[in-house]
C-alpha cells in the first residue's frame, strides 16, 4: 500500500494487550508470511470442500490480530466482488449453550433469508446442529451458495480451547 494511501491517526499504533481489528489493518504489520500461509491454506483447503484452517500457538503470540487485522481484510479486498460476512465468536461463545449461542449469532448477523427459510429460528438451527451436525453444515452452506450474490463467511471461533477448558454444555 503506497504511503499516500493509509490513513494516518492520532494516537499510538500500540493496543497492548488488545487485539488489532479489521479496522486496523493499515497498520497492521509483521505477519505477512503467516497471513499468506493462512490464506493459501483456506483457499486450497475450500477447492477441497473443507474450508477450514486451524492456527494454534501459544497464547498471546498474535494469533487473533493476525486473522482479525491480516487475514480477513486481504481475503476482503483479495475477492472485492463478493459480499462479506465476517463473524468472530469470542468467550461470549462458550457462555451458556454453545450451539444456542453459535446458531443466534450466525442467524442474526448473516443477511441470508434462505437460512429462516431452512431453519426458521436460531433455536431450531440449533438443535439440528447438536442432532445432525454434518446434515445440517450441508444446509447452511447450500442456503448461502443460493444467495443472490457471491457471498464469503468467515466464521473465526477465537479461544476456541475454552470448549476444553471449562465446564460449558455442549
Request: charged letters at 25%.
Given at each position: 500500500?503506497?504511503?499516500?494511501q493509509i490513513k494516518i491517526s492520532s494516537g499510538s499504533p500500540f493496543r497492548g494487550l488488545k487485539p488489532f481489528?479489521?479496522?486496523?489493518?493499515?497498520?497492521?504489520?509483521?505477519?505477512?508470511?503467516?497471513?499468506?500461509?493462512?490464506?493459501?491454506?483456506?483457499?486450497?483447503?475450500?477447492?477441497?470442500?473443507?474450508?477450514?484452517?486451524?492456527?494454534?500457538?501459544?497464547?498471546?503470540?498474535?494469533?487473533?490480530?493476525?486473522?482479525?487485522?491480516?487475514?480477513?481484510?486481504?481475503?476482503?479486498?483479495?475477492?472485492?466482488?463478493?459480499?462479506?460476512?465476517?463473524?468472530?465468536?469470542?468467550?461470549?461463545?462458550?457462555?451458556?449453550?454453545?450451539?444456542?449461542?453459535?446458531?443466534?449469532?450466525?442467524?442474526?448477523?448473516?443477511?441470508?433469508?434462505?437460512?429462516?427459510?431452512?431453519?426458521?429460528?436460531?433455536?431450531?438451527?440449533?438443535?439440528?446442529?447438536?442432532?445432525?451436525?454434518?446434515?445440517?453444515?450441508?444446509?447452511?452452506?447450500?442456503?448461502?451458495?443460493?444467495?443472490?450474490?457471491?457471498?464469503?463467511?468467515?466464521?473465526?471461533?477465537?479461544?476456541?480451547?475454552?470448549?476444553?477448558?471449562?465446564?460449558?454444555?455442549?
Open positions: 500500500l503506497p504511503l499516500s481489528q479489521p479496522q486496523h489493518h493499515q497498520i497492521f504489520f509483521g505477519r505477512d508470511k503467516a497471513v499468506a500461509e493462512i490464506i493459501e491454506k483456506l483457499e486450497r483447503n475450500t477447492k477441497q470442500d473443507h474450508p477450514l484452517c486451524l492456527i494454534k500457538g501459544a497464547s498471546g503470540i498474535g494469533k487473533t490480530s493476525t486473522v482479525l487485522a491480516g487475514v480477513i481484510p486481504n481475503l476482503m479486498q483479495k475477492h472485492s466482488s463478493a459480499k462479506w460476512t465476517p463473524i468472530t465468536f469470542g468467550k461470549e461463545l462458550y457462555e451458556g449453550d454453545i450451539f444456542n449461542n453459535f446458531s443466534r449469532k450466525i442467524m442474526e448477523t448473516m443477511d441470508v433469508p434462505e437460512l429462516y427459510q431452512i431453519f426458521l429460528t436460531p433455536e431450531k438451527f440449533a438443535c439440528e446442529l447438536r442432532d445432525t451436525p454434518s446434515q445440517t453444515v450441508k444446509q447452511f452452506i447450500g442456503a448461502i451458495d443460493k444467495y443472490e450474490q457471491p457471498h464469503y463467511s468467515i466464521i473465526f471461533l477465537d479461544q476456541l480451547e475454552e470448549v476444553f477448558i471449562n465446564d460449558a454444555p455442549t
